[in-house]
């Protein structure tokens, strides 16, 4: 059984431009989120989608944005690049059973983003 | 909303002596809890986890957490440490009510340091 896929694994970017990050789920999983991990702030929630919609939204600017397919697949996307958003950005799926998270997540190796 | 305290941001054991990694959260609810770990450059990878029932819980690789509801507690321990556990674990929250659905709420990590 595939796990969840990120892609790509490593991406410069320069400040002001704009990058689109992509996962693939578990097959069957319905539910997609998103996580940006630094060291300084930890792992903080970014948006989590279900069946294309998006359910919860964390405390991150409009410039972080993402999407969900019919196929369950998502994207996130983040315009105007700052230094900022040099990050590890994780995807994880899970079934959400009863739309709870009580099956727990399953989580991708990240894609890891620098801005220069 | 929920928190998570993770007591200890480095802990340092000698191999074959016992793990204990500490947790307390914060929720106006019953929570799920969850333990992962994350190896150098790649996603995190679930432990175990604590939805309802039986109080102890067993995971992978030896380990066990046992939700401590008087306490807000659900510490993770392993009675003797491998070479291979060094890494940094995260425990995580989850809730169902209150707008907080579908997201996990992680500490900041404990990196385990494990000395032959």
């Known amino acids: 059984k595939a796990g969840v896929t990120q892609t790509p694994r490593y991406l410069i970017k320069t400040r002001g431009q704009q990058v689109t990050l992509s996962c693939s789920p578990i097959s069957g999983h319905r539910s997609v989120s998103w996580y940006q991990q630094t060291p300084g702030q930890g792992l903080q929630f970014l948006f989590e989608y279900f069946s294309e919609t998006q359910r919860n939204k964390g405390n991150f600017p409009g410039r972080f944005s993402g999407r969900q397919f019919s196929n369950s697949r998502s994207e996130m996307n983040v315009s105007t690049l700052e230094l900022g958003d040099s990050a590890l950005y994780l995807c994880?799926?899970?079934?959400?059973?009863?739309?709870?998270?009580?099956?727990?997540?399953?989580f991708g190796s990240g894609t890891r983003l620098t801005v220069v | 909303a929920q928190s998570v305290t993770q007591l200890g941001s480095h802990v340092s054991v000698s191999e074959g002596a016992l793990v204990l990694l500490r947790c307390n959260y914060s929720?106006?609810?019953?929570?799920?809890l969850f333990w992962y770990v994350q190896y150098p450059n790649q996603g995190l990878q679930l432990l175990l986890k604590y939805t309802t029932g039986a109080t102890l819980v067993k995971g992978i690789n030896g380990f066990e957490a046992e939700f401590k509801k008087s306490e807000t507690s659900f510490h993770l321990t392993k009675p003797s440490a491998h070479m291979s556990d060094a890494a940094e674990y995260f425990c995580?929250?989850?809730?169902?009510?209150?707008?907080?659905?579908?997201?996990?709420?992680f500490g900041k990590g404990t990196l385990l340091t494990v000395n032959p």
């Open positions: 929720s106006s609810v019953p929570p799920y």
């Open positions: 995580a929250v989850s809730v169902t009510s209150g707008g907080s659905n579908y997201k996990l709420t």
């Open positions: 994880a799926s899970s079934l959400a059973l009863r739309g709870t998270t009580a099956g727990g997540y399953t």
